[in-house]
């Protein structure tokens, strides 16, 4: 029983790089999320959606791109890195929205 | 806009012991979630209780229960018999109605001593 499972676990990239964290998940969910965890912070809500083919802005979207054109996958895009997006990224999904959010085990991403 | 606030930024338990972690929340949502999550020196968030806020009983999940006070807005995590393994972050987090984010505390680092 996979759950949510987010690729890759690991990545450094050098500041203008792009990359893009995948996210997939088979319990059918119908929403899903994309956080950051930043030290000394819980987490916080980059974009998420509400179905397939939906998105929607979270609390701190700027620099981030998503895209959900499968129910079971959710991607995160980062056009131009930054160090400032240094941080470890979770994915997340519920079967409604006010129910738990299960989570992937977290991207690292280093940005130099 | 929402907000939660976990005021013990560390705690220490002996093995065998209860602990209470605490969270309290400040909205005017009448219908809302708050939810507790674990997450171990490994880095996943675990999922442990949850509350509605229509729930009439206290949430309980093994060795978890959420102590939850509606009037003075706090939903404090008790975890009975401590066990070397819930040594972790603890966070707490919202859910309103009307929102599609969980919004979370700043976590509380909990250390159970052998």
């Known amino acids: 029983n996979a759950g949510v499972t987010q690729t890759p676990k690991f990545r450094v990239l050098k500041t203008g790089q792009s990359m893009t964290l995948l996210c997939a998940q088979d319990?059918?969910?119908?929403?899903m999320y994309w956080y950051r965890q930043d030290p000394g912070m819980g987490l916080r809500l980059i974009h998420y959606?509400?179905?397939?083919?939906?998105?929607a802005k979270g609390e701190v979207p700027d620099g981030y791109n998503v895209s959900r054109l499968k129910k079971q996958n959710f991607l995160l895009g980062l056009e131009s890195a930054a160090p400032s997006q240094t941080s470890v990224y979770f994915c997340a999904s519920s079967y409604s929205h006010n129910q738990p959010q299960h989570f992937g085990d977290g991207t690292r991403l280093s940005i130099l | 806009a929402q907000k939660i606030t976990q005021t013990q930024p560390g705690m220490f338990v002996q093995e065998k012991e209860a602990v209470t972690l605490d969270c309290t929340y400040d909205?005017?949502?009448?219908?809302?979630?708050l939810f507790w999550y674990k997450q171990p020196s490994s880095g996943e968030m675990i999922f442990l209780i949850y509350?509605?806020?229509?729930?009439?009983q206290n949430a309980t999940e093994g060795r978890y229960s959420l102590n939850f006070q509606k009037a003075r807005k706090s939903a404090n995590l008790v975890i009975s018999a401590s066990q070397l393994g819930d040594s972790a972050m603890y966070f707490c987090a919202y859910s309103g109605a009307g929102s599609y984010q969980l919004t979370f505390g700043k976590g509380t680092k909990l250390s159970v001593i052998p």
């Open positions: 959606s509400v179905g397939e083919g939906t998105t």
């Open positions: 319990m059918n969910h119908e929403y």
């Open positions: 509350q509605g806020s229509y729930d009439q």
């Open positions: 909205t005017s949502d009448p219908s809302y979630g």
